[in-house]
Nanobody, 117 residues
Framework: QVRVVASGGGLVQPGGSLRLSCVAS????????VNWYRQAPGKERELVAG????????NYADSVRGRFTISRDKSESTVYLQMNSLEPEDTAVYLC??????????WGQGTQVTVSS
């Protein structure tokens, strides 16, 4: 079964760090772009970061640039979102998707990130 699985969320204090994982099941992310989005209550879904294959080009929302880093493992089965210096405003459900060059899109389920003291 082809699917994308997101994990790694949790409760963290302001200034803390979390690492989210987006895992490909039944395929690999080779030649797929992978993107992390987030959605907070009452707000629109926001593109947080993305990475392409094979070039590895990355892009970030202005709100997270310099604090978050997106990367992938050598097997291209997992994409990570390292989140540092977390702020309460980063609280949201984080979702990942994979998009092929043919326009096929797989969404993973969300993982909750809560930044609170």
């Amino acid at each position: 079964q082809v699917r994308v699985v997101a994990s790694g969320g949790g409760l963290v204090q302001p200034g803390g760090s979390l690492r989210l994982s987006c895992v490909a099941s039944g395929f690999t992310f080779s030649r797929w772009s992978v993107n992390w989005y987030r959605q907070a209550p009452g707000k629109e879904r926001e593109l947080v970061a993305g990475i392409t294959s094979p070039s590895g080009s990355t892009n970030y929302a202005d709100s997270v640039r310099g604090r978050f880093t997106i990367s992938r493992d050598k097997s291209e089965s997992t994409v990570y979102l390292q989140m540092n210096s977390l702020e309460p405003e980063d609280t949201a459900v984080y979702l990942c998707n994979a998009r092929s060059t043919f326009g096929i899109v797989y969404w993973g389920q969300g993982t909750q990130v809560t930044v609170s003291s």
